[in-house]
C-alpha cells in the first residue's frame, strides 16, 4: 500500500471516529425512536362560538384528558404548546344544533311549568271557595224552604249572594279557559321537545362518532360537547387514535369506538399503549415499505401471468 494511501485511510478512520463520537448518539436515538420517544404537542386552533365555551375553557377539558393519559402511562405523552402541529377543533354540527335546541326547549318548558303551577294552584283554590260558597247558599235555601220562606232581608241577601256566585263562575270559567290555552302550548311545546329528541338519537344512532383524528393534518376536530366526562373521554379517544391506538370492542375501554363518561384508560388501553410505545418508528416504516413492494411485484406478476 502506497504512503499516500495509508494516509488517507488514517484521516478517513479520524473523521468518522469524530462523526460517530459527535453525531453517534443522535443516530442512536434517531434509529431507535419510538412512537412515545418524543412529547406529542398540542395547540388550539379553533372554536365555533355556538358552543359558548373559551379557549381556557376547552385547553382545561384537553388538559385533563392529556394528563390521564400521562399519569396512566407513567411519562410525558402530551403537552401544550401554542405552536405544537397537532391541534384541536370544537366543529359545530348537527347533533351539537340539535343538542342546543333541545337545551332550549326544556328552559322554555320548565319557564312556562313554573308559571302554569302556580296559576293551576290558585284556580283550585277559587273553585274549591266557590264550591264551599255556592254549598252554605244552598243549605241556607233549603233551611228557610222549609220554614215555608225567608224574611224580606234575608231574600234579598240570598239573592245578591246567587249574583255574586255567578259573577264568580263566569271569571273560574274565564280563568279556566286561559289555563287551557296555556297548557295547550304547553303541551304543544312538551311534543316539540319530544320530537326534537326523537330527532336527536335518530343522529346519534347513525353518527356515533363524536370527534375525529385527521392523521395527515395532524388535527382533531369534536363535534359534540355537552357533557364535561363525556367531552373528556372523546378528547382522550381521538388523543388515543393520534397515539396510533385502534378500537376496541369492551365498553370499558376509552378506544371504545362509541363514546361514554369514562375518563380512566382500561387495563386494555394500557396494554395496547404499550405495545405502541415499543414498536420502533424506523423498523415499523422498514416493514411497511417491504409490504408495500411484495405487493406490488405480486401484483405486477399476477397482471404479466393473465
Known amino acids: 500500500m502506497s504512503k499516500s494511501k495509508i ?5 478517513f478512520l479520524i473523521v468518522l471516529s469524530g462523526a460517530g463520537y459527535l453525531y453517534g448518539p443522535k443516530a442512536y436515538k434517531f434509529l431507535t425512536r419510538t412512537r412515545c420517544s418524543e412529547v406529542k404537542t398540542y395547540s388550539i386552533n379553533s372554536i365555533d362560538a355556538r358552543f359558548n365555551m373559551t379557549q381556557e375553557e376547552f385547553k382545561k377539558y384537553i388538559d385533563t384528558a392529556a ?3 400521562n399519569k396512566i402511562y407513567g411519562v410525558t405523552l402530551f403537552s401544550y404548546d401554542p405552536n405544537a402541529k397537532l391541534d384541536f377543533n370544537l366543529v359545530f354540527d348537527e347533533r351539537q344544533g340539535l343538542s342546543s335546541e333541545i337545551t332550549n326547549l326544556e328552559g322554555d ?14 284556580y283550585e283554590r277559587l273553585v274549591s271557595v266557590y264550591k264551599k260558597k255556592a254549598d252554605d247558599l244552598n243549605k241556607e235555601i233549603l233551611f228557610y224552604n222549609d220554614q215555608g220562606g225567608a224574611p224580606e232581608e234575608k231574600f234579598s241577601e240570598i239573592v245578591a249572594r246567587q249574583k255574586e256566585l255567578q259573577n264568580d263562575a263566569a271569571s273560574l270559567n274565564e280563568l279556566a279557559a286561559q289555563l287551557n290555552q296555556s297548557t295547550d302550548e304547553y303541551n304543544f311545546e ?3 321537545l319530544n320530537s326534537t329528541v326523537k330527532t336527536f338519537n335518530s343522529t346519534l344512532e347513525y353518527k356515533p362518532e363524536q370527534g375525529i383524528y385527521a392523521s395527515g393534518d395532524e388535527r382533531i376536530e369534536i363535534y359534540f360537547a355537552t357533557d364535561k366526562d363525556e367531552l373528556v373521554h372523546t378528547l382522550m379517544h381521538e388523543m388515543g387514535h393520534s397515539l396510533g391506538l385502534d378500537h376496541t370492542e369492551n365498553e370499558g375501554d376509552i378506544m371504545f369506538s362509541y363514546t361514554s ?10 396494554s395496547n399503549l404499550r405495545l405502541i410505545c415499543a414498536e420502533n418508528v424506523i423498523l415499523e416504516r422498514y416493514r411497511t415499505n417491504i409490504q408495500y413492494i411484495r405487493q406490488m411485484l405480486l401484483e405486477k406478476k399476477t397482471s404479466a401471468s393473465s
Open 109 to 122: 318548558l320548565d319557564s312556562k311549568k313554573d308559571n302554569i303551577e302556580p296559576q293551576v294552584a290558585e
Open 190 to 192: 312538551v311534543g316539540k
Open 261 to 270: 363518561d369514562l375518563t380512566e384508560p382500561s387495563e386494555t388501553d394500557l
Open 67 to 69: 394528563e390521564n393519559w
Open 7 to 11: 494516509i488517507f485511510w488514517l484521516i
